[in-house]
């Protein structure tokens, strides 16, 4: 992610989170997609008077080493906000949602940069966790010009 993009995303990703009510000690979710915006995050609360840590989620457990499928400062009994870069089928939440309360976490609720509007957020729901996101596709596609909707931009 950019510099910019960082400056941007964590600041409103906290502001989210704050908003919703969730009271989180660490932030993150499935490599690689949610890397950059729990790192942002976590910067972001940095100097406020409650940080957050923030985490990532191996796809799978490492072979060698210690075998973690955790890394980072998450802690067992941590109150997690699980973060999506974008939803579509709310696997990769979900895998994540798995991974930390299996490590002891326990999920106050996931937050998107992007909720592609495919399903995935009525999955995450189903299952009890609430989602928020940033952005939502319809809102994303109302600000594109109707040539690049179509492809007409692309040459497609």
Request: charged share 20%.
């Amino acid at each position: 992610m950019s510099p910019d993009g960082l400056a941007l995303i964590g600041p409103l990703g906290l502001e989210a989170i704050r908003e919703a009510g969730w009271q989180a000690d660490s932030v993150g979710g499935l490599t690689l997609g949610a890397d950059p915006i729990a790192y942002a995050i976590a910067y972001a609360s940095a100097t406020t008077g409650a940080p957050v840590r923030a985490f990532t989620v191996r796809k799978e457990a490492k072979s060698h080493g210690t075998g973690r499928l955790i890394e980072g400062p998450f802690r067992p009994g941590d109150s997690v906000v699980v973060i999506e870069d974008t939803i579509t089928t709310g696997s990769s939440a979900l895998r994540a949602i798995d991974a930390v309360s299996a490590g002891g976490g326990s999920i106050v609720g996931v937050l998107a940069l992007v909720d592609r509007e495919e399903g995935g957020r009525e999955a995450i729901e189903a299952q009890g966790h609430r989602v928020i996101s940033l952005a939502r596709a319809k809102e994303i596609m109302a600000t594109m010009p109707a040539a690049s909707v179509r492809g007409e931009a692309r040459g497609d």
